[in-house]
């Protein structure tokens, strides 16, 4: 069994940061963790990845530039960095455990969710 136990979200104004966490209890090798998003009314959409032992990484088109994603392999957490925060990146954040490589970027690759977190940009 793998458990994602996520935290970070809140309140914050445009051109702000935000750090999330998710520390992964469980399978840890051949893993990518990958974060989620959902606005309301919209689809689940990729924002970021990485390998929980590898380099490798993927970032959505959307939050290249903006968004970092790193890991702390001694507390099995990965977290998303958050800078130069849009209203339009208002939504709850979910993050996730796959198993499948090249860094996937499709929610059907991921099998275990964390419970969601929101994060809310003000204008």
């Known amino acids: 069994q793998v458990q994602l136990v996520q935290s970070g979200g809140g309140l914050v104004q445009a051109g702000g940061s935000l750090r999330l966490s998710c520390t992964v209890s469980?399978?840890?090798?051949?893993?990518?963790i990958g974060w989620f998003r959902q606005a309301p009314g919209k689809e689940r959409e990729f924002v970021a990845t990485i390998h929980m032992s590898g380099t490798s990484t993927a970032y959505a088109d959307s939050v290249k530039g903006r968004f970092t994603i790193s890991r702390d392999n001694a507390k099995n957490t990965v977290y998303l960095q958050m800078n130069s925060l849009k209203p339009e990146d208002t939504a709850v954040y979910y993050c996730?455990?796959?198993?499948?490589?090249?860094?996937?970027?499709?929610?059907?690759?991921?099998?275990?969710w964390g419970q969601g977190t929101q994060v809310t940009v003000s204008s």
């Open positions: 996730a455990a796959g198993y499948k490589g090249p860094p996937p970027t499709q929610i059907k690759a991921y099998d275990y």
């Open positions: 469980g399978r840890t090798f051949n893993t990518y």
